[in-house]
């Protein structure tokens, strides 16, 4: 019986990790000598292994991501049956929504990490790596987008997020939990998710987004200076369902007459809403002054979901967001 073959790719991270003579732990380990760390990987797959970058995750940019997403289509033109994508905690709810964003069709697209360093006893990233190549090998994982693969659990690329700074049960899905798991070497799939629309990756990396927090007393002096700094558009991060305080309407509605503005939540998790406050400030307030609500998108994510259809017609913008709302 032939054996899947799968694409892996390690740009660096804890995962990659060795005490270093500076002092910490820093990248040191590449694909190669990961998969060789973990023998039982040889029953699962044939694996082409290589390294596009040995870099802790906050150096990563989502050009690494397009050039990953390049490479894993041309690895599918070719026949691999999926890919695992290896790469540092900090930034993964980023980089599998990137790859969930890039790359169509039905193969799995898997990314891991760790949160212990590869010389740190109880190493989470050994079982992490096994239990996304087995993810990225099975056909039940197949249709599903891009998926992040820790602590034994399947996660959705949209609803993925780093939860906690230590421990290895970091990564959740608050919004809908887990799609599955991997449980006695098997892939179980317990919910599954539609794709939504894939963007083009030929157009280059997202256009550069602004992402505004909004914390109590600010009035939004700081927008009217995002045009003049490159920014192509901005997500305000807004406090609870999409609100801002009533003395920033103005500020944030002249921003949005010059640039795409998206409103998302500082909560993490739950929709903006789109019809239920109508005070100045309020949700209604802002997106009849143009402001495009990110639905259930993290900040995080609307801003790569932003960038990306800012590469093209904007008249795209609104319809992007739609899919998500």
Known sequence: MTRPRLLLL???????????????????????????????????????????????????????????????EAAFADGADGAVVIQGTDTIEESVFLLDLLIPGDKPVVVTGAMRGAATPGADGPANLLAAARVAASDAARGLGALAVLNDEIHAARFVQKSHTALTSSFASPMAGPLGMVAEDRVRILARVARLPILPVGLGPPAPVALISWAMGDDGRLLSALPDLGYAGAVIEAMGAGHVPADAVEAVGALAARMPVVLASRCGTGPVFTGTYGYAGGEIDLIRRGLIPAGTLSALKARLLLGLTLRGDHAETGAAFAAYQ
């Open 10 to 72: 390690s740009l660096g991270g804890t995962i990659t990790m060795v005490p270093s003579a500076a002092g910490g732990i820093a990248p040191k380990l590449g694909a190669a000598e990961l998969v060789a760390s973990v023998p039982d990987l040889a029953a699962v797959a044939d694996i082409e292994a290589d390294s596009p970058a040995r870099l802790p995750s906050p150096s990563l940019t989502p050009a690494h991501l397009l050039d990953v997403a390049q490479r894993i």
